[in-house]
């Protein structure tokens, strides 16, 4: 059987993190068998569209580096088709749903539906008082042949239902979740065609999933409840059903549902922060899957050859930011440092910390001061937060501990033998960052904490920091001999 398996997001705003995971599931899947992932965009429910958010979802997905083979794609700015069973937009499917729904209605198994809106919630609520399922009574499949053409034909409005037989078991078998069994009496008769003329999830699903000759569809759990539904239209088309696979839920620390509530959950909310792709991507992979050992970092190719869809866990995986954190570092660490380098620099602009043309002009000293962080940083836009130690001589000391170092009885000497040979230095390299404290430990005798300490806090204004070398050369000879004048203010 050749594998095709798809992701079909609606374009109601941001990429979920869960809809990436969704999708990045059904690429591991289509590239593990060597088959095809489509992407699909439906858009049938119009009140919820909102504009851009197609584009939008193109490129989050691009930018989470998960392609796929066949379906909408942002080419040089415009929405094309890509391969041979599109339309891949819904709502560009709709004489095709046409066509599928008159076959239905042939076969008895839909009809049509003319219940005003407000006759339905009063039914319902009348049923939940009363203890039962909320669902359509069926009062409109008791119309006549020529009664319902007569409405249709003056243009009233109605609706097309799903005609589900009564008290019937619908079994289907779930690659997660063994078999599931539903019966009928606990499902309500589907609106499968809306009064505007398009077709509802439910229908245009299946219809699409059949003439797109998707195999395994790989989904979130909230749809597992409507596969039953689905399993019944299979089979009234005569269709070959394909496999399910329902994907447990991504949950908050506290096991709720993750939402935007929570904080970021949002693909591009990571994108933001300057996390790498490959580290997101390596990390959701793990929030609802597990491999048959404990490896805990994987490559795209890694994922590809170990990825098993009956090792998906039935229940949800927890979404833990430190975990993220920790392992987006690790990618930071095993980056190049231009690449960080580049992907800092329009923090450092949009901080006002440097120009466009001083990060064009300035670069070499840039990388140098990206460097000095580059191994501490949990996600790139942390920089931010560390650089000022190299952008103002005029360091505010006000933790007391710092403090107290500078007014140690031996911090007076130790300032004036730095400042005599960072003054007659030639040059400020890493070298001569490595030489000098063993230089002055040999010439006076101060050594250890009572070296390393109060020097780091008066070139940084902090007790605890990055390697002093690497800080030294950053901030060269006229910043260093600035902070050695400005920390004599803190001495009694």
């Not at 066949?70 to 709502?91: A, F, I, R």
């Not at 009574?137 to 008791?142: A, G, P, S, T, V």
């Not at 570092?329 to 923090?347: F, N």
């Not at 890493?430 to 109060?454: A, C, D, M, V």
Request: net charge negative; with cysteine; glycine share 6%.
């Amino acid at each position: 059987m050749d594998v095709r398996v798809r992701f079909a997001p609606s374009p109601t705003g941001f990429v979920h993190i869960g809809s990436l995971r969704t999708a990045l599931y059904n690429y591991l899947s289509a590239k593990q068998k060597n088959g095809k992932y489509i992407l699909r965009v439906e858009d049938t429910d119009r009140n919820r569209k909102v504009e851009g958010a197609i584009e939008g979802m193109l490129n989050a997905m691009e930018w989470g580096l998960v392609p796929h083979d066949e379906g909408v794609k942002l080419v040089e700015g415009q929405l094309l088709d890509v391969g041979d069973l599109g339309p891949y937009t819904q709502s560009e499917r709709l004489p095709i749903y046409k066509e599928y729904i008159n076959t239905l209605l042939n076969n008895g198994s839909a009809y049509h539906c003319f219940c005003s809106k407000e006759r339905i919630d009063e039914l319902r609520e009348e049923q939940k008082n009363k203890g039962l399922t909320p669902k359509y009574d069926k009062i409109c499949l008791q119309l006549s042949k020529e009664e319902i053409d007569t409405r249709v034909k003056v243009g009233e409005p109605h609706v097309i239902r799903l005609n589900l037989p009564a008290n019937t078991d619908i079994k289907f078998k779930d690659i997660v979740r063994g078999e599931v069994v539903v019966n009928t009496e606990d499902l309500d008769d589907q609106v499968l065609m809306k009064s505007d003329g398009f077709p509802t999830y439910h229908f245009a699903v299946v219809v699409d999933d059949h003439l797109m000759k998707i195999s395994h569809i790989i989904r979130g759990e909230e749809w597992l409840i409507s596969t039953p539904k689905h399993i019944f239209l299979y089979e009234a088309f005569g269709w070959e059903k394909p496999e399910y696979v329902h994907l447990p839920n991504i949950l908050n620390a506290d096991k709720k549902k993750l939402s935007k509530r929570q904080g970021d959950v949002a693909v591009e909310d990571f994108m933001k922060k300057g996390y790498l792709p490959e580290a997101l991507i390596n990390y959701i992979a793990l929030v609802g899957w597990s491999p048959e050992d404990n490896q805990e970092i994987f490559t795209m190719e890694e994922l590809i050859e170990k990825f098993s869809l009956e090792r998906i866990s039935k229940s949800g995986g927890v979404f833990d930011v430190n975990k993220l954190n920790w392992v987006n570092a690790h990618y930071i660490k095993e980056s190049t440092l231009e690449k960080i380098t580049d992907m800092a620099i329009p923090y450092l602009v949009g901080k006002g910390y440097i120009t466009k043309e001083q990060a064009t002009e300035n670069y070499e000293w840039i990388k140098d001061m990206v460097s000095v962080f580059k191994d501490r940083l949990s996600f790139v836009a942390e920089i931010v937060d560390e650089v000022n130690i190299f952008l103002n001589n005029d360091i505010i000391i006000e933790d007391n501990e710092a403090i107290a170092l500078l007014n140690c009885e031996h911090v007076p000497k130790l300032l004036r033998v730095l400042g005599e040979k960072i003054e007659n230095a030639e040059e400020i390299d890493l070298q001569f960052g490595k030489k000098i404290f063993k230089e002055i430990q040999k010439e006076t005798g101060i050594k250890g904490p009572k070296l390393f300490k109060p020097a780091r806090v008066v070139f940084t204004g902090k007790t605890h920091g990055p390697d002093m070398p690497l800080v030294m050369k950053v901030l060269g000879k006229d910043n260093l001999l600035a902070r050695i004048e400005n920390a004599k203010k803190y001495i009694n």
